[in-house]
């Protein structure tokens, strides 16, 4: 990624996200919300997919967004943002586009990406739409109020894959979303978390600016207060230890090379990682595992740190 | 303005009519995904953009819900727009059909209609607009491609004056994939008659708004309530704009068309280029054989064009309404029968009337078997739904 | 109050006005409130970077702490407040105490 | 309302319980053989705003589904709400409040201070099950031992107990001015 912010004072001071939306205290997404917009800069349309994010900053009269703002449905955020930026490129050849060179960014949750929207992502993907999406990755349907999605971890519990006798929380794996994203070969996809902003700051703007040559991604991790069971002044501990355990490596996909950013790019020697235990007993969500089902965890997370390590390598 | 000079008469189907128009509407995005019968539409507004004939940009989405998504998000920014399906397409569509029309967004979609699955069909009936005749869209039926090429200009015109968005239906195969005569307007003239109107809002950074909105019990229903009179409003503006239309190229349909009716005792109240023109040949030969047999065609199918059509069967004694879909397990399988007869209760007309449905999945209407409906007519009054031309 | 008529209200209920949430005030969410103790925050932005409801304001001008000048402050905008508290677990001086919320 | 019923509005914050103590209290008139209904402002709850919940009990099929304008009962978990809203809102003149610490309203009030017993009971400040024993004694519409039984379906164990412990501590405490 280009670097445009090297220290913390070079971060945008202007907001460009009102206060006074009905997230929950101590949101994840929030503090993405803020950031995305900081960063993105005022001449963008934001299209935004059904959840948390759009029923808490939209809640009629009112609005937090102060960019224009279009939500249409839960699986189409893609397919609205390939129409808007389709519009904005006619118009301006048509000379009916008095705003210059406005992108287009869409903001959707893991439920509306991983499962829902997938379809319309991959359309965009594939059709080379000049268009920034990021996923603010909560790991679950939170806006219904804590059911499963795509992205929710295994064994994790959510209302519904409980804690059970016969089963005890999610089943499968969380998807591997960037997978399927660099799968499509864009220009330019990353991973970030709300616990290292001047690493999302910069992939934010690099995302953007990579827009002129095609669709690019980003997967925020943004934790969740009552969806992951901890108290609401941990979120950003929280998402500091999902990257510090190597839970969520922080890395970049860069015209077809992939590279872990720091501190993930030490975390490949295991012992520089914390372990996940750190990460994991934070949270009510994963307070039932046993010592077993956490070793499993573990082991998987050594096998995909080896396939990022050897990614890196091609 | 004067009728224009050069008279450019093409052989088009209304497919191909479809494209011609929205070239002339200087449209700037399409999305599209292909659909029998809808396809040859995507295929020559292709070669259009790609010879440099339309200038704008054709995104090949990857579903019809996605074709729909991205006209409204491309209208939402201002641009004007185009989108086209069928069947299975339109009933994947139809959570972003109430959409378009609850955030009041100009869009135009043509839609040659054919049977819903199941069983699959690739065949004509109008199943599937039917299916969608009450999410909040004006709805045009066209039965000629002439009428299919001037009613897409009109609907660009409508949709931008009542903030709607705009149907143009008509047969699929029957009309979608038959050649007829068509006759062009010049472009220019079309782009002066489709001038670049300002939105009242629209997805711009120098203003910036929020569209699709959360909205809770204190307000949804005031929206919903813009939408009735809305809709309401656009009945005046469809009569407005076809007599504009008129003025401009010569050519103009009303909301409702009447043939023969002004001595009728018995009509045939219908829709579609099939079942409006095996209806007109059995209404000839009916008057041939001593029977005052009259047609009335809905054109404007939303906004139901009540006034109008309860004036073109006032002089009848009986009246069938020929209906091409069936909408199951209501009082009567046809969605037209019910609109009539709802109509005619509200103004205290009550005339017998009986719903004949025919035509379903393309089952040939021959001009005899809707002669009969005139003798049945003449036989006696009856208030019952016929089902014409099945096995039974 | 009564609330506008469906004929005065903007068409496809569009919401005009960008960020007017900002009327709507949070402050009644929180049981426990984050106070700043100047003297002890070395102004390294922390509080401001993590905010979720960005309602730490970050001032600017000359301010003497403790032998040291600094150039800016940061002072909480109570209205939009939610007392979450993630301002206080991030501050490495422990500058920000949580107390509770006046009854 | 017809005679025999008892309208019951519960005001709250987000994850404070109104939605759980009106189902409690709805689940114990059941089990009394009488009518009930219990039901949230529908919504999205978000901790710490302001929300509402309704009852109803009555002897006799209740039907009706509007929120309760006009309630016999009013209890408040949250003084600060008096500052939010106006929870008195429709009250009649014969209308009780049961309120969280002492409050002082132009209608008969019960008080207890729910938020100390809930620390000193359940360790934690949530007051839903305090303010059922508040309400029990304030109307007597249900008995404590019903209540006993209802709070079975939704705590189980030591929880359990300890919530019984604190609706019947607050029921004692509970103090008409």
């Known amino acids: 990624m280009k670097v445009y912010y090297k220290t913390l004072r070079d971060l945008p001071r202007e907001e460009l996200f009102a206060p006074g939306h009905r997230m929950c205290?101590?949101?994840?997404?929030?503090?993405?919300?803020?950031?995305?917009?900081?960063?993105?800069?005022?001449?963008?349309?934001?299209?935004?997919?059904?959840?948390?994010?759009?029923?808490?900053?939209?809640?009629?009269?009112?609005?937090?967004?102060?960019?224009?703002?279009?939500?249409?449905?839960?699986?189409?955020?893609?397919?609205?943002?390939?129409?808007?930026?389709?519009?904005?490129?006619?118009?301006?050849?048509?000379?009916?586009?008095?705003?210059?060179?406005?992108?287009?960014?869409?903001?959707?949750?893991?439920?509306?990406?991983?499962?829902?929207?997938?379809?319309?992502?991959?359309?965009?993907?594939?059709?080379?739409?000049?268009?920034?999406?990021?996923?603010?990755?909560?790991?679950?349907?939170?806006?219904?109020?804590?059911?499963?999605?795509?992205?929710?971890?295994?064994?994790?519990?959510?209302?519904?894959?409980?804690?059970?006798?016969?089963?005890?929380?999610?089943?499968?794996?969380?998807?591997d979303i960037m997978g399927i994203v660099m799968a499509h070969r864009v220009p330019y996809a990353a991973t970030a978390s709300i616990s290292h902003i001047l690493d999302m700051a910069n992939k934010i703007k690099t995302a953007l600016e990579y827009t002129t040559e095609g669709p690019t991604f980003l997967h925020i991790f943004a934790p969740c207060v009552p969806g992951w069971r901890y108290p609401e002044n941990k979120t950003v501990e929280v998402a500091r230890l999902a990257v510090e355990t190597g839970y969520f490596p922080l890395y970049e996909w860069d015209h077809g090379k992939l590279r872990l950013n720091p501190p993930s790019n030490s975390h490949i020697d295991k012992t520089k990682r914390k372990p996940l235990k750190e990460f994991l007993k934070l949270q009510g969500r994963f307070a039932h595992l046993t010592e077993e089902e956490i070793a499993e965890l573990e082991k998987e997370l050594d096998a995909y740190w080896q396939y990022l390590a050897k990614l890196q390598t091609l | 303005m004067q009728i224009q000079k050069t008279r450019k008469i093409e052989a088009l189907t209304s497919?191909?009519?479809?494209?011609?128009?929205?070239?002339?509407?200087?449209?700037?995005?399409?999305?599209?995904?292909?659909?029998?019968?809808?396809?040859?539409?995507?295929?020559?507004?292709?070669?259009?953009?790609?010879?440099?004939?339309?200038?704008?940009?054709?995104?090949?989405?990857?579903?019809?819900?996605?074709?729909?998504?991205?006209?409204?998000?491309?209208?939402?920014?201002?641009?004007?727009?185009?989108?086209?399906?069928?069947?299975?397409?339109?009933?994947?569509?139809?959570?972003?059909?109430?959409?378009?029309?609850?955030?009041?967004?100009?869009?135009?979609?043509?839609?040659?209609?054919?049977?819903?699955?199941?069983?699959?069909?690739?065949?004509?009936?109008?199943?599937?607009?039917?299916?969608?005749?009450?999410?909040?869209w004006v709805i045009y039926i066209a039965a000629s491609a002439q009428e299919v090429y001037d009613t897409v200009i009109q609907a660009y015109r409508l949709a931008e004056r009542a903030l709607l968005p705009v149907i143009v239906a008509y047969d699929g195969f029957l009309m979608s994939h038959t050649v007829e005569p068509v006759e062009l307007n010049d472009e220019e003239e079309v782009r002066k008659f489709l001038p670049r109107t300002p939105r009242p809002y629209t997805l711009n950074p120098r203003r910036p708004v929020t569209m699709g909105p959360l909205t809770s019990p204190d307000w949804y229903y005031e929206f919903k309530y813009q939408q009735v009179l809305a809709l309401q409003e656009a009945y005046k503006i469809a009569k407005d704009?076809?007599?504009?239309?008129?003025?401009?190229?010569?050519?103009?349909?009303?909301?409702?068309?009447?043939?023969?009716?002004?001595?009728?005792?018995?009509?045939?109240?219908?829709?579609?280029?099939?079942?409006?023109?095996?209806?007109?040949?059995?209404?000839?030969?009916?008057?041939?054989?001593?029977?005052?047999?009259?047609?009335?065609?809905?054109?404007?199918?939303?906004p139901f064009p009540t006034a109008d059509v309860l004036k073109a069967?006032?002089?009848?004694?009986?009246?069938?309404?020929?209906?091409?879909?069936i909408m199951f397990g209501g009082p009567a399988e046809g969605p037209l029968y019910r609109d009539l007869a709802a109509a005619m209760y509200m103004s205290g007309v009550d005339k017998p009337a009986v719903n004949v449905i025919h035509g379903i999945g393309q089952r040939t209407m021959y001009v005899e078997d809707l002669y009969k409906i005139y003798t049945m007519l003449r036989e006696g009054p009856r208030k019952e739904v016929v089902f014409m031309g099945v096995r039974i | 109050m009564t609330l506008p008529k469906a004929t005065e209200l903007p068409i496809g209920a569009v919401v005009t006005e960008p960020g007017s949430t900002r009327r709507y005030s949070t402050a009644g969410w929180r049981t426990l409130k984050p106070v700043i103790h100047d003297d002890k925050c070395v102004r390294c932005q922390l509080c401001w970077l993590y905010c979720p409801e960005g309602t730490i304001a970050e001032v600017r001008g000359v301010f003497k702490v403790g032998g040291r000048t600094y150039d800016v402050k940061y002072e909480i905008i109570y209205d939009h407040c939610k007392g979450c508290g993630i301002c206080a677990n991030e501050c490495p001086t422990k500058a920000i105490e949580m107390v509770p919320e006046a009854p | 309302m017809p005679m025999g019923v008892v309208e019951v509005r519960f005001h709250g914050r987000g994850g404070q319980g109104m939605v759980t103590a009106a189902?409690?209290?709805?689940?114990?008139?059941?089990?009394?053989?009488?009518?009930?209904?219990?039901?949230?402002?529908?919504?999205?709850?978000?901790?710490?705003?302001?929300?509402?919940?309704?009852?109803?009990?009555?002897?006799?099929?209740?039907?009706?589904?509007?929120?309760?304008?006009?309630?016999?009962?009013?209890?408040?978990?949250?003084?600060?709400?008096?500052?939010?809203?106006?929870?008195?809102?429709?009250?009649?003149?014969?209308?009780?409040?049961?309120?969280?610490?002492?409050?002082?309203?132009?209608?008969?009030?019960?008080?207890?201070?729910?938020?100390?017993?809930?620390?000193?009971?359940?360790?934690?400040?949530?007051?839903?099950?305090?303010?059922?024993?508040?309400?029990?004694?304030?109307?007597?519409?249900?008995?404590?031992?019903?209540?006993?039984?209802?709070?079975?379906?939704?705590?189980?164990?030591?929880?359990?107990?300890?919530?019984v412990k604190l609706v019947q501590i607050a029921y004692q405490e509970t103090v008409g001015l």
């Open chain 4, 23 to 163: 189902q409690v209290l709805a689940t114990a008139a059941i089990l009394e053989g009488k009518y009930a209904q219990a039901f949230p402002e529908f919504g999205p709850e978000r901790r710490g705003a302001p929300v509402k919940s309704y009852l109803r009990i009555s002897d006799r099929p209740i039907y009706i589904r509007e929120p309760v304008l006009h309630p016999d009962v009013i209890v408040v978990a949250d003084q600060s709400l008096f500052s939010a809203e106006n929870p008195l809102e429709g009250a009649k003149d014969t209308s009780i409040l049961v309120v969280n610490g002492v409050y002082k309203a132009p209608i008969k009030t019960y008080y207890v201070d729910a938020t100390t017993l809930a620390i000193k009971v359940l360790g934690r400040p949530i007051v839903n099950t305090a303010l059922i024993g508040a309400v029990v004694k304030a109307t007597g519409v249900v008995s404590l031992g019903t209540v006993a039984e209802a709070l079975k379906k939704y705590f189980t164990g030591r929880l359990y107990d300890l919530n």
């Open chain 1, 25 to 175: 205290a101590g949101c994840g997404a929030a503090i993405a919300m803020r950031w995305i917009t900081k960063v993105v800069g005022p001449n963008a349309v934001i299209a935004n997919a059904t959840g948390c994010v759009e029923v808490t900053t939209t809640p009629y009269p009112e609005t937090a967004w102060m960019h224009p703002y279009i939500h249409v449905a839960f699986e189409n955020s893609a397919a609205v943002a390939s129409g808007v930026e389709a519009a904005i490129k006619t118009l301006r050849r048509k000379g009916l586009w008095d705003a210059g060179d406005t992108k287009v960014v869409v903001i959707a949750g893991d439920g509306g990406t991983y499962d829902i929207g997938l379809q319309s992502l991959s359309g965009m993907l594939e059709r080379r739409h000049g268009v920034l999406y990021i996923l603010y990755d909560n790991e679950a349907y939170m806006n219904t109020g804590i059911q499963r999605s795509g992205s929710t971890p295994k064994y994790a519990w959510t209302t519904t894959t409980p804690v059970g006798a016969a089963v005890r929380g999610k089943i499968q794996w969380k998807k």
């Open chain 2, 241 to 302: 704009v076809d007599a504009e239309y008129s003025r401009a190229f010569g050519r103009g349909y009303g909301v409702v068309e009447s043939y023969r009716m002004e001595d009728a005792d018995y009509a045939i109240v219908t829709y579609g280029g099939a079942a409006y023109g095996n209806a007109k040949a059995a209404a000839d030969l009916a008057r041939e054989r001593g029977i005052a047999a009259g047609v009335v065609r809905i054109r404007l199918y939303r």
């Open chain 2, 15 to 136: 497919n191909y009519a479809v494209a011609y128009a929205v070239k002339a509407a200087d449209v700037d995005v399409i999305a599209v995904y292909p659909i029998t019968p809808q396809t040859t539409i995507v295929e020559k507004l292709s070669e259009f953009v790609a010879n440099g004939e339309l200038n704008a940009e054709l995104i090949h989405v990857e579903s019809e819900h996605s074709a729909l998504s991205a006209v409204v998000g491309a209208s939402a920014a201002g641009a004007r727009v185009f989108t086209a399906t069928s069947s299975q397409g339109l009933e994947l569509a139809h959570e972003v059909l109430h959409i378009a029309s609850g955030m009041r967004l100009p869009i135009v979609m043509a839609v040659p209609t054919r049977a819903v699955s199941a069983p699959i069909s690739i065949h004509n009936d109008y199943g599937d607009v039917m299916n969608a005749r009450d999410v909040g």
């Open chain 2, 313 to 325: 069967i006032s002089g009848v004694k009986a009246l069938a309404v020929l209906d091409r879909a």
